[in-house]
């Protein structure tokens, strides 16, 4: 098993300290570092059994119960369809497929460059606007099958930009 | 910062805030006050970006004394947004553009000259409304109670809230003992506005009731219900209200700490939440000995992290202890052992923002507002196939049909209004005949769906009902925690026989099997989520079954929905023959004829078309494509 | 205990306030059916929806086992809206079940396939797909299938509580739910004990020991010298696998029964049992005077050892470094025993019948590959008996084979108690230091400690302080005493399973749902039951002290020389894995 860098250590150290007056604090902890790292590997899960005690398993049990936490590391753009009710009665099941289908990943996989992650997502509240596509937190509205190419192409020119 | 210590120093406090917001909104000594509207819709716009350059705009022209410019919640007229109000005209400027905002402060803030351009426009009378309430949207909708100053404070700031009145109510409710609190709420008939409707003020009184050391208040904030933003809306839209509420509760039950249990969907609603709870506790308006009296209370948040299970109190209970979301036997009630074994109260986000009204205004007051048994408001996230997509809150007791049309603006695109959609994948869908029932608690529940939290969605006559059952049983299997059997395995078993009827693969005993799997299922799970979860099937199957067996027998989709089950089609007739269709099908399999259109000159190239439906993959790029309306599904 | 009224089907009854339905209803004649309930129908999971009744107002069908009884209730178990909700139930649990019950290793004490007769399941109910199954074969204890698993998490619930250590846990959500150790790794890449209590509570075939039977079969094929040593603990559960009643004892029947099976010699571990004691007594002697690291932990649990390993290594210098009687067992057989009886090591096949899973694992481990062969548990040669057309209850009562390691003490015996080593080593160590013999030890509970026991004895006016526990979450308590250094005790006994090796992975099952005749408490008596039988076999011998053991004296003095020989070294001692990793990357 991989080991972890010692700053990583000292930050997921700090982390959970940072709860250690709330009770029952795992799910914050791990919040945390879903938020700071993008995913809760098993090195770091086994760290955070050491610290506060809680077992590995059920550490494991909560990371793949919740849908928020990820075992892996996710893309630099994690892409988000909302399949609530309004943006699916809205085809944003349509919508969905077609990123699927440019992508060539499906939902819950990330490209191989590590540049897309494709989620569903379970209504976002933005169903006014529906259907709703949210990219790292960007809410796109009202979005159509037509558009889907364009918005995968912006993010592809905007990092081919950075890397020139 | 100066701590307000007794309730005289909260008056005080009170009335200089009020003047304050007097000033803000009446234009006192020619004050101007811009507010930009901040929920998902709005942001997603760009609202943020109209906001700072109305800020720049101000200090390019040294304006910084005369006009304000800040984010509000929610006007809830999503599908008008951004939206832009100016006091002290109270003129509301709806899809504004960044692009508009230079205009919206040349003409209106430094001439005083309305754009009108950017006005509402009615779509039947074409009249425009200057004003928010000249609105239709509008003209139902009671505001004030759940969605209290959601457009108009700033939610950033505490000083606006107590202007608007805030932490009144709980100054009145501790001079009262936590009995009379109690009998305040169950004489208004505040019912929880999260699901059933369990009455508020019993669910208060069993706490209040168990003798014990420790209890706790709950906010039950996950709103997990796909089509539904009403608690998001409530938390970004004015934070204080709920804090208050939940203190009132606290209270009353005899509680010290209360826990809000948010989704970490929200993160704007936590911020907002986390700030409104630090100028709290800086006011000492949180913390030890509130307002001079022996009630101390704090105020807590945990984040959910993406389980719709979680909703249901006693998995939301093991989430906040840490442990994976799964439901817990009952007995023993949450008020008896609740969280951490404390007798525990979780209420949803709407029900604690309809208390500081009720205390503040009496329950009488409150009482006056909804139907008998139903009393108050609902605020309903209204969504799908209306016009007016949007956030509403209306008393108890409006139709249907006045949600749909009079508020909704009726269905886009001439379309037939097929079925509404309530309480969420727990609920079930409505149709015409129940278009003019009053709508409350035990009135649908009576008409087969139930209130939920409050999504509303609309479907017209282009939604399969089958597919919609579908479509929610994806949900709940995704959903389910696979704690109990029939859950767990049940709704497996009902999506594998919706796709296969989807498929066109399905059999009468496929029915007859989805029937009794329901009927299981509902009678045997362990938590509400799995006893609901049948519901989007019997409800489609009592109002749809025709569309079930037009799937089974005819192996034909009537809304075109299901693939399998409809096909794309040139009509001989109207084809020109000028092939884009052809030219656009990534499966090639549409081909040209001999046959020469109707009145085309042979030598010209253009001959009818044809689809040859097997190597179809029905995506519809043809139809789009199609100038000539030649193409139509069947 | 208060009394409510209630009504069952009509009929009234008086019962204690405070019980589920479930065990109400079983004090009145009527037994509901459940899966996921354990511990005499207390359940905190309420999960499998098997055991649902009717209450009379209350809103829907009720889960008897979590929902208690209260004045006035009126209950139906016999409506056909319950029987119909049961049977739907199970029958779900089914459609989700990978059904080869003929050939599945848990037929015959397969709570679900017995269940499922009990509600009247049909054939062929909601069939539909199954969740994606993992079978993990790779650990020498423990067998894992997923597509047997019913999610009623007894498994989780027992690793937690008696052990405390936690392998098991839920992962995923949903339809994909299952049962695993993190990441669904093997149990061979997990830091699992082997221990096997998870197995004795499994209902179904989801987990069970890896059977080494085959293995035997295979070397009375070739022909081999096949020797058999049976532990102590089996003797005391043995007989349950044959209808009788949990307490009997099955000396005897079980010697007469190996001897039928055709195994060339059939040994008693307890000889084995008394060379542990010498040389462990030995070995704390030695400590004591020589001012060597204490206390002293023994080393007999393989279950135990492994939890040394993973989670303690730093106590690895305080544990004994003998081997686990059975492992002596061996080596003396291949040696000694060979060399006298002129056999080539090569051509000996031994087999231990433990009543455990952990020393599957054990008898592979690298420090000690070759002193036995097989190890099967109580169970498997349950079967073994079974297949060869052996009746149990027409079997004569015969001796262990009197062939030079025949002869054994009532100290070792006792071994399959928690205790009982303990007791055992100080009847030895005692007279060594005092020349008198030894007469009883008092323990009294460790204050404080449920679980956990100690004692001070008197040796010459110099009090020695003692302690026994069984069970990891137990041990853990003393372990952090020794890693603070604040162990005041010379002496420590762990046994790996709660209540020693009568209470083994490897022992019958005791399913109240397959044991109609016996008591209503029996999961809360058996353990006791069955230590019973062994402290009656102690008095019963002759020879009560493992230094008293004329064919160990002989052993001595014929070929290891003196306790803690070079010779013992070599064959009697082991050693320990300080950095035995937790999860080795190999998924």
């Known amino acids: 098993m991989a080991h972890l860098q010692s700053s990583a250590v000292a930050q997921i150290t700090e982390i959970v300290n940072r709860h250690k007056n709330e009770e029952t604090p795992l799910m914050m902890i791990l919040s945390d570092i879903q938020k700071e790292y993008g995913y809760i590997p098993l090195e770091v899960q086994e760290l955070v059994s050491s610290l506060t005690g809680i077992p590995v398993s059920e550490i494991y049990g909560v990371v793949t119960f919740y849908s928020f936490f990820s075992l892996t590391p996710k893309g630099k753009y994690v892409i988000g369809v909302c399949l609530g009710t309004a943006c699916y009665v809205k085809g944003s099941q349509l919508v969905l497929d077609k990123f699927s289908e440019l992508l060539g990943i499906k939902p819950g996989e990330t490209t191989s460059d590590n540049l897309f992650t494709l989620d569903v997502l379970r209504c976002v509240g933005a169903c006014a606007i529906a259907p709703a596509v949210s990219i790292n937190g960007k809410v796109y509205p009202m979005v159509e099958v037509k558009n889907v190419e364009s918005i995968i192409h912006g993010y592809r020119t905007k990092e081919e930009a950075q890397n020139d | ?634 | 205990m208060a009394l409510v009224n209630i009504k069952i089907d009509g009929q009234a009854y008086q019962v204690e306030a405070g019980l589920t339905i479930l065990e109400a209803a079983k004090k009145c004649g009527f037994n509901i059916p459940t899966l996921c309930a354990f511990n005499n129908g207390k359940c905190s999971r309420a999960s499998c929806r098997v055991c649902l009744v009717e209450v009379k107002g209350a809103r829907g069908l009720v889960a008897s086992c979590v929902y208690p009884v209260a004045e006035g209730m009126e209950i139906t178990i016999s409506s056909p809206k319950a029987i119909n909700a049961r049977r739907a139930s199970v029958e779900l649990i089914l459609s989700n079940h990978h059904k080869n019950c003929l050939q599945c290793e848990k037929n015959g004490h397969c709570e679900l396939l017995e269940v499922s007769k009990l509600v009247g399941a049909r054939d062929g109910m909601y069939e539909g797909s199954q969740t994606p199954a993992t079978v993990d074969e790779l650990a020498p204890g423990l067998i894992r299938d997923t597509s047997k698993c019913i999610l009623c998490g007894r498994c989780i619930e027992r690793c937690k509580e008696a052990q405390g250590i936690s392998i098991l846990g839920f992962e995923n959500r949903g339809f994909n739910t299952i049962v695993g150790p993190i990441q669904n790794r093997s149990f061979a890449t997990s830091p699992c004990i082997q221990c096997g209590q998870c197995v004795n509570v499994c209902p179904t075939g989801a987990l069970l020991e890896h059977s080494e039977i085959a293995k035997v079969d295979e070397a009375m094929k070739q022909g081999k010298y096949v020797i058999v040593q049976t532990a102590p603990a089996v003797r005391a559960a043995i007989a349950e696998e044959f209808g009788e009643k949990i307490g009997t004892p099955g000396t005897g029947k079980m010697v007469a029964a190996l001897h039928r099976l055709g195994f060339y010699r059939v040994f008693d571990t307890n000889f084995a049992a008394d060379l542990t004691i010498m040389e462990e007594a030995h070995e704390l002697l030695q400590r004591i005077k020589n001012n060597g690291v204490l206390p002293q932990i023994t080393s007999c649990s393989p279950g135990w050892i492994n939890y040394l390993e993973y989670y303690y290594p730093d106590i690895i210098p305080h544990v004994s470094s003998c081997k686990s009687p059975h492992m002596m067992m061996g080596a003396i057989i291949k040696s000694y025993f060979a060399k006298q009886h002129n056999i080539d090591p090569k051509d000996i096949f031994v087999v231990s019948i433990m009543p455990c899973t952990a020393k599957k694992y054990e008898r592979q481990r690298k420090e000690m590959p070759n002193d036995v062969d097989a190890v099967l548990t109580t169970r498997e040669l349950a079967k073994m008996i079974k297949r060869s057309g052996i009746n149990w209850q027409r079997l004569p009562e015969e001796q262990f084979d009197a062939d030079l390691l025949g002869e054994y003490s009532g100290a070792g015996v006792i071994f399959g108690v928690t205790g009982g080593v303990m007791e055992a080593a100080l009847r030895t160590a005692y007279f060594w230091l005092t020349g008198k013999e030894f007469g009883k030890i008092d323990f009294e509970a460790c204050r404080g400690q449920e679980g956990i026991k100690e004692a001070t004895i008197d040796v010459e006016g110099t009090p020695v302080k003692i302690a026994i526990c069984s069970g990891m979450r137990n041990a853990k308590v003393l372990l952090e005493q020794i890693k603070s250094g604040k162990s005041p005790y010379a002496f420590i006994e762990i046994m790996g399973c709660p209540g020693g090796c009568i209470n083994g992975g490897g022992q019958p099952y005791v399913k109240p749902l397959f044991l109609p005749n016996e008591e209503d408490n029996i999961l809360d008596t058996y353990r006791e039951k069955r230590a019973s039988v062994l402290y009656s076999e102690d008095v019963k011998q002759v020879i009560r002290q493992s230094h008293n053991n004329p064919d160990i004296k002989k052993l001595y003095a014929d070929f290891l020389g003196e306790p803690g020989s070079e010779l013992a070294e070599e064959l009697l001692h082991t050693s320990y894995d300080a950095h035995r990793e937790k999860f080795p990357d190999n998924k």
């Open chain 2, 1 to 634: 910062m100066i701590k307000i210590k007794t309730s005289e120093e909260l008056i005080n406090k009170q009335k200089e805030c009020a003047s304050c917001l007097d000033s803000k909104f009446k234009g006192l000594d020619g004050k101007r006050a811009i507010v930009v509207c901040g929920g998902t819709g709005c942001l997603s716009a760009d609202s943020h970006t109209i906001l700072e350059r109305m800020h720049e705009l101000i200090k390019e022209h040294h304006l910084e004394d005369k006009v304000t410019a800040n984010i509000v919640g929610c006007f809830g007229f999503c599908s008008q947004g951004p939206f832009v109000k100016i006091f002290p005209e109270e003129t509301l400027y709806t899809k504004v553009k960044v692009d508009d905002v230079t205009e919206i402060f040349e003409k209106d803030i430094l001439g005083g000259e309305i754009v009108e351009r950017l006005l509402f426009v009615d779509p039947q009378t074409k009249e425009k409304a200057r004003k928010q309430h000249d609105i239709n949207f509008y003209k139902l909708q009671k505001r004030d109670i759940a969605l209290r100053g959601n457009a108009d404070i700033n939610p950033e700031s505490i000083d606006e809230a107590l202007g608007d009145g805030s932490f009144l109510a709980l100054n009145k409710a501790l001079h009262m003992t936590p009995q009379q609190v109690i009998d305040e709420v169950l004489k208004s008939g505040l019912r929880g506005r999260g699901g059933a409707g369990f009455p508020t003020g019993r669910k208060w009184q069993f706490a209040h009731d168990v003798d014990s050391e420790e209890k706790y208040v709950v906010c039950n904030g996950d709103e997990g219900d796909p089509g539904a933003f009403m608690d998001r809306s409530i938390i970004e839209g004015n934070p204080i209200n709920v804090i208050e509420g939940m203190m009132i509760e606290g209270y009353a039950i005899g509680a010290k700490n209360g826990y809000f249990y948010i989704r970490a969907e929200y993160p704007v609603a936590v911020k907002r939440l986390e700030n409104a709870i630090k100028q709290c506790e800086e006011l000492g308006l949180l913390g030890d000995n509130i307002l001079g009296t022996d009630f101390s209370f704090r105020c807590h948040i945990r984040l959910g992290a993406g389980a719709f299970v979680c909703g249901e109190e006693t998995a939301l209970l093991n989430s906040i202890e840490g442990q994976r979301g799964m439901p817990r036997p009952r007995p023993p009630f949450p008020a008896v052992k609740g969280l951490w074994g404390k007798p525990s109260v979780i209420n949803n986000v709407e029900t604690l923002a309809n208390v500081p009204y009720i205390l503040l205004n009496g329950a009488d007051k409150y009482a006056a507002i909804g139907t008998e048994k139903s009393k108050g408001t609902k605020v309903f996230a209204l969504g799908g196939k209306v016009n007016n997509v949007g956030l509403v809150e209306v008393p108890m007791g409006v139709t249907l049909r006045q949600l749909i049309y009079d508020i909704g603006g009726g269905i886009p695109n001439n379309k037939k209004f097929k079925a509404i959609q309530t309480g969420g994948p727990s609920g079930g869908c409505l149709t015409e005949k129940d278009l003019d029932t009053p709508i409350d608690y035990d009135n649908l529940v009576a008409a087969g769906s139930m209130m939920g939290s409050g999504g509303a969605i609309v479907m017209d006559e282009d939604n399969c009902m089958v597919d919609v059952a579908k479509f929610y049983m994806t949900f709940i299997c995704d959903e389910s925690c696979g704690k109990c059997s029939p859950c767990r395995i049940g709704t497996k078993r009902c999506l594998e026989i919706l796709t296969k009827i989807t498929e066109g693969k399905g059999t009468m005993e496929d029915l007859e099997e989805l029937k009794s799997l329901a009927e299981v299922i509902k009678s045997n799970s362990l938590c509400g989520l799995g006893q609901t979860a049948p519901n989007p099937i019997l409800s489609t199957m009592a109002s749809f079954y025709d569309e079930y067996l037009a799937h089974i027998q005819d192996k034909k989709c009537p809304a075109h929905v299901c693939k399998n089950l409809f096909q794309y089609k040139i009509i001989k007739e109207k084809c020109v023959g000028c092939g884009m269709c052809a030219r656009n099908c990534p499966a090639n399999t549409i081909e040209k004829t001999d046959e020469i259109p109707a009145g085309r000159d042979p030598k010209m190239p253009m001959r009818i078309h044809l689809i040859h439906p097997e190597n179809c993959v029905k995506c519809g790029l043809c139809m789009n494509n199609c100038r000539f309306g030649a193409i139509i599904k069947e």
